[in-house]
C-alpha cells in the first residue's frame, strides 16, 4: 500500500474545501475575524475551533440575508468543520489490520469526554471503501454550543451521492456515556433526516477510530505539534500542498 499516491493524485477533503470556498467566497476572512474576537464574544473551549454560530453568520452574510431556512443546517455544519480542517488540513490513514478491528467492534464504555481530546480541531479519516457503501472518509470536529452550554461531536461523512460527492453531517451529543449519544444519533440520522440504515450503521465504527487517536498516547492535546512525537502515528511527506498526513497504527 502506497500512503501517498491517493493524497496526490484526488485529495477528496482538499476538494470539498475548494468548493466551499468558492460557493461561500467570503466565509473564510469572516470566520477568521470572529476567531479574532472571540473575548468579546464570549470564550469558548480551546478545542472548538469556532462555534457553529460564525458559520450561520458567514453564510448569512454571503447570502445578503439575517436568517437562513431550517434546511441551512447541513450547510452550517459542512462550513463549520471544513473552516477548522483549513487550518490543519490533515488526512489520517489506519493500518489495515488495526482499521479493520476498530471498525468492526462495539464502542467502548468510555465518557464521552475522552473525544475532547481529539489531536487536532479537525481531522479527516480515510476509511475503506466497497461496493456497498461508497464512503471515502469523514471529517470529525468539535462543537460548543453556548445556548445550551453542551458539547457535540460532528462527523461529515464523504460519501458519493447521486449528485456527485457530498458530506453526511452527523451530530453526536457528548453527554453521559458515549454509546448512549451514538445510538441515539443513530436513530434520528434513519428516522428523522431519512439516511440509509447502513450509514448509519458505520458510525460506532468510525467513533471507535477516533478514539484510538485520542487514547492510544497519554501526552496528546489539542494541536498537531503533540503528534509528533506520538508512537502510533508517523508523518508521510506529501506533496499535494500543504495537506499533511498521518499513519496510525504503524
Known amino acids: 500500500m502506497n500512503p501517498v499516491s491517493a493524497f496526490e493524485k484526488n485529495c477528496r477533503p482538499l476538494n470539498h474545501l475548494i468548493a466551499a470556498g ?11 475575524d470572529y476567531r479574532v474576537s472571540r473575548v468579546s464574544r464570549g470564550c469558548w473551549p480551546e478545542w472548538c475551533y469556532c462555534p457553529l454560530s460564525a ?3 458567514a453564510i ?3 447570502a445578503g440575508t439575517d ?3 431550517i434546511e441551512s443546517g447541513d450547510d452550517i455544519a459542512r462550513l463549520g468543520g471544513l473552516a477548522a480542517w483549513r487550518v490543519s488540513q490533515s488526512i489520517y490513514r489506519f493500518n489495515r489490520r488495526i482499521y479493520k478491528s476498530l471498525i468492526g467492534t462495539q464502542v467502548a464504555s ?3 469526554d475522552v473525544l475532547l481530546r481529539m489531536p487536532e480541531q479537525c481531522i479527516y479519516i480515510e476509511t475503506l471503501v466497497n461496493n456497498v457503501l461508497p464512503i471515502h472518509g469523514f471529517f470529525a470536529f468539535l462543537e460548543y454550543n453556548a445556548k445550551i452550554c453542551r458539547n457535540q461531536l460532528w462527523l461529515l461523512i464523504d460519501a458519493d451521492m447521486p449528485d456527485g460527492p457530498s458530506l453526511v453531517p452527523v451530530k453526536i451529543e457528548l ?4 454509546a448512549s449519544g451514538i445510538k441515539s ?7 428523522f433526516d431519512g439516511i440509509n440504515y447502513k450509514v448509519a450503521d458505520m458510525v460506532p465504527g468510525y467513533v471507535n477510530l477516533l478514539l484510538y487517536l485520542c487514547t492510544s498516547s497519554a501526552d496528546i492535546g489539542a494541536g498537531p505539534s503533540n503528534l509528533v512525537n ?3 502515528c508517523h508523518k508521510e511527506a506529501l506533496e499535494s500542498g500543504s495537506v499533511v498526513g498521518w499513519i496510525a497504527g504503524q
Open 22 to 32: 468558492e460557493q461561500y467566497p467570503q466565509a473564510w476572512l469572516f470566520i477568521v
Open 55 to 57: 458559520s450561520y453568520t
Open 60 to 62: 448569512c452574510q454571503d
Open 67 to 69: 436568517r437562513l431556512p
Open 110 to 112: 468510555a465518557h464521552c
Open 175 to 178: 453527554i453521559g456515556p458515549l
Open 185 to 191: 444519533a443513530m436513530s434520528r440520522m434513519v428516522y
Open 230 to 232: 506520538r508512537q502510533t
